[in-house]
């Protein structure tokens, strides 16, 4: 059974600064999602990292993904308010017909 | 840009009721899954389903759970006999097929059940 295992859970950082999150997965994949969430809405598709290897960076956030530790990155630079969020990471099966999500990272900004 | 519909936003249940969730995916995709959060959880899957049939399960569907794609444009979650645990916002999701990988998710629906 494929365990995703996310820390911190939770995150709280002063504008400016910069952080990582975590994200463990427990068997082979090849496949790794990293979506944000805010309170009461639906999943917003960040990066989709198909390879060893893989870095995508938008604005001020960059992940990674090496499939050999079965770890994927989530790095912050400079975090500003806007980005008070829960990120979630979630890993594809074999199959690419099912993701297992980590437990969330909840983000919290302050100003 | 194209994305993924869901109704009701909001559905409160009597225990024992049954419920349909409806979703319209993206209109050229070929894959569809339901995925649920309980409040403040993580997001668990529940099915996806392809070619008409459901490729992939999870233990939290059980039997009464059941999807369809009644036509070309609908897909929909139903539950038999609602239970409190059932309570949770429902996410459908879809993707375009081999080799497009993301998976875009729709607004979801808060399932109350009391």
């Not at chain 2, 319209?24 to 899954?33: E, G, Q």
Request: with cysteine; net charge negative.
């Amino acid at each position: 059974e494929l365990k995703v295992e996310q820390n911190p859970l939770f995150l709280s950082m002063q504008e400016g600064k910069n952080y990582t999150i975590y994200c463990n997965y427990s068997t082979t994949s090849d496949r790794l999602y990293w979506y944000r969430q805010d309170p009461g809405k639906s999943l917003e598709s960040l990066f989709v990292l198909l390879s060893n290897g893989a870095v995508k960076q938008e604005g001020r956030l960059m992940a990674s993904l090496d499939t050999k530790a079965r770890l994927s990155t989530l790095h912050i630079t400079a975090a500003v308010h806007d980005l008070s969020a829960t990120y979630f990471c979630a890993v594809a099966n074999n199959a690419g017909n099912m993701l297992t999500f980590g437990g969330g990272t909840r983000l919290m900004v302050k100003p | 840009e194209p994305e993924v519909t869901q109704t009701p936003s909001h559905q409160v249940t009597q225990m024992g009721q049954e419920v349909i969730l409806r979703c319209v995916p993206i209109s050229n995709h070929l894959y569809f899954y339901w995925y649920r959060q309980i409040l403040g959880q993580k997001v668990e899957f529940l099915v996806s389903f392809y070619n008409n049939e459901i490729s992939e399960k999870s233990e939290i569907f059980d039997d009464q759970f059941s999807v369809e794609r009644p036509d070309g444009s609908n897909f929909t979650l139903k539950i038999r006999s609602t239970k409190l645990e059932d309570s949770a916002m429902y996410f459908c999701a879809s993707n375009g097929g081999i080799g497009l990988h993301e998976q875009y998710f729709g607004p979801g629906t808060r399932l109350t059940v009391t």
